[in-house]
């Protein structure tokens, strides 16, 4: 009687050393010198990228979001607006574009934005934020109840 | 707190006109609803005829609206463009665009449906801004499903050096392309019409 099976799955160890050798070299098919052709080299690197780039996936999220704030900044500002009353008078306006939409909006549609800018700045004004100097035409003749919401 | 006060009341006999500015810069810290720390209207101003100059105002939008309805009227608005709010993202888009839709989201190939939750439309002369999103019915914006795909396959490894630890996971999420087919202002823009009649209600 012979034993096939069990003898022979203890020495089994994954995939042949030419096809697991193989999956590593096809990543690494483009690096330069010996990181391409030496296998310790090769998979050091591949490893490497393999988890650069999961933590990638991550960071771009958060690179967009700040580029986002940077463009929506510059965007206010060019109006003498800060970014943060500029986004609170959006939000107390009722207002509730997302920074993504605000930074297009002021590269693509820079009229759409100043007139987005022009409320934020009228409600503040209207809401006596701290650092916006210029009172509102609004507060001083009609009143507050004419930007009353629903 | 006797101390606080003792200062407080220092600073107020020396410099009594220094108040004013302190509770101004205070405000924004202030509990209080805003309607009640609002700066009164200046001498002068209590003077002007308020009524007369709120229905300028009014003729004001009026005649705006009357020419957005004009322009609308007369198919010289151009193409029109929107914010819409879909999947918890917003998108901008115009007629013709393909915008893509991450994750499970159940609509199938060739289903028309319409993007109602449209915050802010616009075209070469004026836009409409929505508070957070416009009355439903103004702007209609239909779209298609076309495509539904999954991404490529994204490779989650995770390793620590000299700690035998390692980690491999492959994933794919559902991707949906959307073509707009069109937006259009459905009627005319007037905010007195049937906004008075039904309240605008939140969808969200």
Known sequence: MVF????????????????????IFKLAAHYRSRTRNVYSFAI???????????KGRKLKKLDMAQLWTTRVEAGCQ???VGLETFKEG????DILLNKKM?????????????????????????????????RSA????????????? | MSFLAQTVRQVLRQAPTRTSALTGAMRSLSLAPALWQQNKPAAADAAIDVAAIAKDQQKECQSICERVNQQVAKMEQGRLFAVVHLC????????????????YWPPTIGDEISLDKVLLAGARDFTLIGRPILESGLVTVKATVVEKTLTHTKT????????????????????TMIRINSIELARPVDASSEAEKEPSRRLF
């Open chain 1, 4 to 23: 096939l099976n069990i003898p022979l799955l203890v020495r089994a160890r994954g995939p042949d050393e030419f096809w697991r050798k193989r999956r």
């Open chain 1, 44 to 54: 050091r690197s591949v490893h490497r990228a393999l988890a650069y780039a999961t």
């Open chain 2, 88 to 103: 918890g993202k917003q998108f901008k888009i115009t007629a013709g665009d393909i915008i893509l839709v991450e994750g």
């Open chain 2, 156 to 175: 989650h490894f995770r390793k620590k050096r000299r700690k035998q630890y390692m980690r491999i996971n492959f994933q794919r999420s559902p991707n």
């Open chain 1, 102 to 134: 605000l930074a297009d909006l002021a590269i693509w549609e820079p009229r759409s934005f100043e007139a987005l800018v022009k409320i934020s700045r009228e409600r503040a004004a209207v809401e006596g934020f701290p650092d916006i100097k210029q």
């Open chain 1, 90 to 93: 959006l939000t107390r306006t």
């Open chain 1, 78 to 80: 060019q109006y003498g």
């Open chain 1, 138 to 150: 609004f507060n001083q003749v009609y009143g507050l109840r004419n930007l009353k919401l629903d």
